[in-house]
């Protein structure tokens, strides 16, 4: 198999110095955007939608448990039996635990999604999953949120009053999974056909 150079330690030394300090301008650059994110307007957002979930219907703001703010992650809802691989794939990134600390940091977590209740749940058992859910089917509330397949979309509450704070689809969901922060760390990053990896290095189609 084709490798990248084999070296001295010191000429790895050098070569890994050079990579740390794009790291850490990259680092840097990343914490400039947060605090901008942190300073995005917001939008009030009506509390008007009935969440269908396992203990009964629930309002936007019920989604927040008491917390001021509430992050919902929008799994794709791609037709009966089907289910989106790539929310998968996150969805099994969530453990419960994360949830918990998620919460002790004033955060509620949920997992909203067009499908029925019943095919959300049905896929929950199979999982084995335990982060709550319910199912947006029959309310705007998706279109509302822009949603186009799934998203990570932000609230925060002030009282009574939701706001909308932020959202993100695509790669700004697909950094959120520890999995694929670690793999990036790795030899064979996530060993996916759309990397710029060494020649001879394996891959596979995303989610494949």
């Known amino acids: 198999m084709d490798t990248p150079p084999i070296v001295p330690i010191e000429q790895w030394r050098q070569a890994r110095a050079e990579l740390l300090v794009a790291e850490k301008e990259a680092t840097r650059a990343l914490d ?17 939608y009935e969440f269908d979930t396992p203990a009964g219907s629930r309002s936007l703001l019920d989604l927040f448990d008491g917390k001021p703010q509430l992050a919902v992650y929008q799994f794709m809802d791609i ?7 790539g929310c998968t794939w996150l969805t099994d990134n969530v453990p419960a ?64 009053r939701v706001f909308r704070t932020y959202n993100t689809s695509q790669r700004g969901v697909d950094r959120l999974v520890f999995t694929n922060s670690l793999l990036d760390l790795m030899p064979y990053g996530r060993q996916q056909d759309w990397e ?13």
């Open 79 to 85: 037709g009966p039996d089907a289910f989106c691989p």
């Open 97 to 160: 635990p994360a949830v918990g600390l998620l919460a002790d940091n004033d955060v509620s977590w949920w997992t909203v999604s067009d499908m029925p209740l019943a095919q959300i749940a049905g896929y929950w058992e199979k999982k084995g999953w335990t982060t709550p859910f319910a199912s947006s089917r029959g309310t705007t509330f998706a279109a509302d949120c822009d949603t186009q397949g799934f998203m990570l979309t932000v609230f925060l509450r002030d009282g009574d």
């Open 196 to 208: 710029d990896s060494p020649a001879g290095w394996p891959q596979h189609p995303t989610y494949g």
């Open 32 to 48: 400039a955007i947060a605090a901008r994110r942190r300073r995005l307007p917001m939008v009030e957002f009506p509390d008007t």
